[in-house]
Nanobody, 126 residues
Framework: QVQLAESGGGSVQAGGSLRLSCAAS????????MGWFRQAPGKEREGVAT???????AYADSVKGRFTISRDNVKNMMYLQMNSLKPEDTAMYYC????????????????????WGQGTQVTVSS
C-alpha cells in the first residue's frame, strides 16, 4: 500500500500564497505519476496539476502561471506552490499517486489514481 499525507493548507487573503506538501510512505516503488486535485463544496473533484517521476509537469488552465508542482524523489515528497490565490481556489486539496507515467503529461481524471491522501483545506478570502 501507499500512504499519502497532505499538509500546508490554511486561510489566506486573495493574492496571497500557500505551499502544500504531500508525504509519501509505504510501497514507494508503486509511485510514478503524482498529482494534486481539489474539490470545492457542491462541485466535482478536479485536477490541478500532475508531475511525472522525471519531473515533467502539467497544469489545469485555471492555475497555469500561478501554481507550481514539484517533487523530491529522495525525500518522497511532492509540493504545490500556490501564488496569486483567488477565492475560487478555495477547496479541499488532495494529493494522489499511481504506478506508471502514462498520460502524466496532462491533467487527467481522478479515477486513474488509486492512492489518495486525506486532504488539506485551502480557504481564500476576498
Amino acid at each position: 500500500q501507499v500512504q499519502l499525507a497532505e499538509s500546508g493548507g490554511g486561510s489566506v487573503q486573495a493574492g496571497g500564497s500557500l505551499r502544500l506538501s504531500c508525504a509519501a510512505s509505504g510501497y514507494i516503488s508503486r509511485i510514478d505519476c503524482m498529482g494534486w486535485f481539489r474539490q470545492a463544496p457542491g462541485k466535482e473533484r478536479e485536477g490541478v496539476a500532475t508531475i511525472h517521476s522525471d519531473g515533467i509537469a502539467a497544469y489545469a488552465d485555471s492555475v497555469k502561471g500561478r501554481f507550481t508542482i514539484s517533487r523530491d524523489n529522495v525525500k518522497n515528497m511532492m509540493y504545490l506552490q500556490m501564488n496569486s490565490l483567488k477565492p475560487e481556489d478555495t477547496a479541499m486539496y488532495y494529493c494522489a499517486s499511481r504506478l506508471g507515467n502514462w498520460n502524466c503529461g496532462s491533467v487527467g481524471p481522478s479515477t486513474v489514481f488509486p492512492y489518495w491522501g486525506q486532504g488539506t483545506q485551502v480557504t481564500v478570502s476576498s
